[in-house]
């Protein structure tokens, strides 16, 4: 079975820093990887995700994420933040092969952003 | 469009009481659905998942049931609320592999 380990359950930048956030997967086969975003008392909604090809993988927001297999990681950045930005972020991998499709997260990550 | 619907936003209920949220989208066929908790520091635990009517797999073993009595309907239920049963709730769908969708969640304060 697949999991997801996200590193940091807390973390604070200064307004227009960069940031990181750092994702690493367990699976024995082939993956497909997301990041989803939660604002506050809502539901979750896709950053971006990768499935297949480039390993730079670009969303929305201007954030950016990078698969790297040997490291199987996903880490996801964005070169400068906004306070709009604060929220929680989700990792999550699905089996890209046959079978039913069950999305498994990490426990998440809460970027603060501060003015 | 596609769209999902869940209500209700917020509830508070006493121990031992039922509980039904209840889930729907529009605009697909056939969809999957999923009900996921949320609590505090546990990221997202996948409750129940459907890929049909009355076809409905349960991931983890608890208190909770759940049905799925149209093609695009999703209910989640409870005879007797537990404590434990907190937590912020999550139906959401899909039709691929590449994307799941949400809905805006349900907040269920038991007291």
């Known amino acids: 079975a697949q999991s997801v380990t996200q590193l940091d359950s807390q973390v604070p930048v200064f307004e227009e820093a960069p940031v990181e956030l750092r994702c690493n997967y367990s699976s024995s086969v082939s993956v497909y990887l997301f990041w989803y975003v939660q604002y506050p008392n809502q539901g979750l909604q896709l950053l971006l995700k990768?499935?297949?090809?480039?390993?730079l993988v670009k969303g929305i927001n201007g954030f950016e994420a990078e698969f790297n297999k040997s490291q199987t990681s996903f880490h996801l950045r964005k070169p400068s933040v906004h306070i709009s930005d604060t929220a929680e972020y989700f990792c999550?991998?699905?089996?890209?092969?046959?079978?039913?499709?069950?999305?498994?997260f990490g426990k998440g990550t809460k970027l603060s952003v501060i003015p | 469009s596609q769209t999902i619907h869940q209500w209700p936003a917020t509830l508070v209920q006493p121990v031992g009481s039922p509980l039904s949220l209840e889930c729907t989208v529009e605009?697909?066929?056939?969809?999957?659905l999923y009900w996921y908790r949320q609590a505090a520091g546990r990221g997202l635990q996948l409750l129940f998942y459907?890929?049909?009517?009355?076809?409905i797999s349960s991931e983890v073993p608890q208190n909770l049931s759940a049905s799925r009595p149209q093609d695009r309907q999703f209910i989640l239920s409870s005879k007797k609320l537990l404590l434990s049963d907190s937590g912020f709730y999550l139906c959401a769908w899909s039709v691929t592999r590449e994307e799941l969708f949400f809905g805006e969640g349900s907040r269920l304060t038991v007291l």
């Open positions: 459907s890929i049909g009517i009355d076809q």
């Open positions: 990768y499935l297949s090809g480039s390993t």
């Open positions: 999550a991998v699905t089996l890209s092969g046959a079978g039913s499709y069950q999305l498994t």
């Open positions: 605009g697909t066929s056939n969809p999957n």
